[in-house]
């Protein structure tokens, strides 16, 4: 008896052995089986989300070559007719324009600039629109900026003073006006800009420009930044927002 029971732990002890080792070998091979498959699926979403990026960067890089093309033509055209009435004039024309081009081809190339050259840019932008009207313009640029060293995507704020001028002075004889201001607090850059208007011509749709600024704003600063734009009383209205 002693004997038939021995022989049954022996028995019992081997098949225990051999079924602890099977599933040993069960679970190994799961681990396996998963560590595999969550790495293909790392690699996956990392090739995904790399798409992504190159797509929005090349989409980024189309949407700045559109910016300001047909006020640079606009501007030559300008000087064609002005080189032999008033040459000095078309000299500082000039100059400024070359200033101009050079920041939008160099410095709106880049991801980030400064806020500061910026403004630079916007100021030399109504300087020539000053020179190239033969009338009165009242543009009021305010500016709230403590720390020079905020930086931020190039040529945002062009489309909207743009926009202030081609719908609001273009077509105003006389009593044209552009009031900018900016400012940053908090790490939030505020930017209004408000323009009278002929209500007799009025055409403030969502042209390229506007269309072309909503998506650069929802590429670079996604759930970061509010555009609202309003209309009332002759007077168009834009305002940005943006959280760096």
Do not use: C
Request: glycine content about 4%; proline content about 1%.
């Amino acid at each position: 008896m002693l004997v038939i029971i021995g022989l049954v732990i022996v028995v019992f002890n081997d098949t225990f052995g051999k079924l602890e080792g099977f599933v040993e070998f069960i679970a190994f091979y799961f681990i396996l089986v998963f560590i595999t498959i969550a790495h293909w699926l790392f690699k996956q979403i990392k090739s995904i989300i790399r798409l992504k990026n190159e797509k929005a960067k090349t989409e980024l890089m189309h949407l700045k070559s559109q910016v300001n093309p047909h006020f640079f033509f606009n501007m030559l055209n300008n000087l064609y007719g002005l080189v032999e009435k008033d040459s000095k004039k078309a000299q500082k024309l000039i100059l400024k324009l070359s200033d101009m081009m050079r920041y939008s081809i160099y410095e709106g190339d880049k991801d980030t600039v400064l806020l500061s050259e910026e403004v630079t840019y916007l100021q030399n932008y109504i300087e020539l629109h000053k020179m190239r009207y033969h009338k009165v313009i009242d543009v009021q640029f305010y500016t709230d900026i403590k720390d020079n060293d905020y930086e931020i995507m190039p040529l945002l704020f062009i489309i909207l003073l743009e926009n202030a001028f081609k719908h609001g002075v273009e077509n105003l004889r006389e009593h044209a006006f552009v009031r900018i201001h900016l400012e940053v607090h908090n790490n939030i850059v505020n930017f209004e800009i408000e323009n009278n208007f002929d209500a007799t011509q009025d055409n403030h749709e969502a042209g390229i420009g506007l269309n072309n600024l909503k998506r650069r704003l929802e590429l670079v600063y996604p759930k970061k930044h509010t555009l609202t734009i309003s209309k009332a009383n002759n007077i168009y209205n834009a305002k940005l927002n943006i959280t760096l």
